[in-house]
């Protein structure tokens, strides 16, 4: 029986990298305790993915459950420096703090469970764990909240490639876009490759050295899929042509790769050079 002092209940889902095979086992019964679920829509040019959204409840979740979708808040993308992009994204997190904490006291009724789907896993250059930390230390809204993993961008990236993203005893490092030539700077030699995440600059273009190979896919698990392995001296011109195109199509782009440095060593990894696609992407 639920009562006004029920506690709320928030699940933060992963839900892969975009192929619905890529829900777990764990995050389908995990949709089916939800009765609301909250989406915050990036507007029509990224509507796909509030559509695909849709499509994984309709197909796993059997019950009746409700959709509440708000616009996501507008974030300062041109701050480039350190400083100001880390005020940006403070800012923006602030403003998604009260746009959840709304959400959570007027949508989700004491006792129910709610839940945000979140690309990926939570816990890999998502907010939303972020923002529902600030949202409860506020105090104004009871809840409490799990989190379900989910298949990121980087196992997906290595999948489709059919590499592995580490080589024998030596580790990897994930680093933002705008962060790659600190973390190259920072590294000593030979120890380790890079995993790249959210490079809206192509940072790639600036990586000196002909025995760099990048294993780069965007949109991975859709249909556009476009994935890309070579010389980065040899292919990174094809990446660029092809997020340029990919771009002015969808009018948005996400993609992740793998820079692997040169060791001096041949560890069968299976390197390939060319671009493979699925659906509508381009030859």
Same mark, same amino acid.
């Given at each position: &029986? ?11 889902? %992963? ?32 509507? *796909? ?6 499509? &994984?409840?309709?197909? @796993? ?16 993308? +041109?701050?480039?420096?350190? !400083?100001?992009?880390?005020? +940006? ?19 989700? +009724?004491?006792?129910?469970? %709610?839940? $945000? ?25 009871? $809840?409490? @909240? ?8 980087? *196992?997906?990236?290595?999948?489709? @490639? ?6 024998? %005893? ?26 790249? &995440? ?37 292919? !990174? ?6 997020? +340029? ?8 782009? &996400? ?12 560890? %069968? ?10 659906? *509508?992407?381009?030859?």
């Amino acid at each position: &029986m639920r009562t006004t002092d029920s506690p709320r209940h928030l699940l933060v889902i %992963g839900i892969g990298a975009g192929d619905p095979d890529h829900l777990t086992l764990g995050a389908v019964k995990a949709l089916r305790r939800a009765e609301v679920f909250f989406v915050l829509d990036k507007g029509p040019e990224k509507s *796909s993915l509030t559509g695909l959204r849709r499509r &994984m409840l309709d197909e @796993h979740v059997p019950g009746p459950y409700r959709v509440v979708t708000a616009d996501d808040p507008w974030r300062d993308r +041109a701050r480039d420096d350190r !400083a100001g992009y880390t005020t +940006a994204v403070h800012d923006w997190r602030r403003r998604r703090a009260d746009l959840c904490e709304r959400l959570i006291r007027e949508e989700l +009724a004491p006792g129910q469970t %709610g839940a $945000f789907l979140v690309w990926g896993d939570p816990a890999l250059y998502d907010s939303t764990l972020a923002v529902l930390a600030e949202v409860a230390g506020r105090g104004t809204v009871a $809840f409490d @909240h799990e989190v379900v993993p989910g298949i990121t961008s980087v *196992s997906a990236l290595a999948a489709r @490639h059919r590499i592995a993203l580490n080589r024998v %005893g030596r580790p990897v490092h994930i680093t933002p876009g705008r962060r790659l030539a600190e973390s190259l700077a920072s590294l000593p030699n030979d120890d380790g490759d890079i995993v790249v &995440m959210l490079d809206a600059q192509e940072s790639f273009t600036r990586i000196a050295g002909e025995d760099v190979r990048i294993y780069w896919g965007a949109y991975l698990g859709t249909p556009d899929e476009l994935l890309v392995s070579g010389r980065l001296s040899e292919v !990174a011109d094809r990446i660029t042509r092809l997020r +340029a195109e990919a771009r002015a199509r969808h009018g948005w782009i &996400m993609d992740t790769y793998l820079l692997r440095l040169p060791d001096g060593t041949e560890d %069968g990894t299976g390197d390939r050079q060319g671009d493979r696609h699925r659906g *509508s992407g381009p030859a």
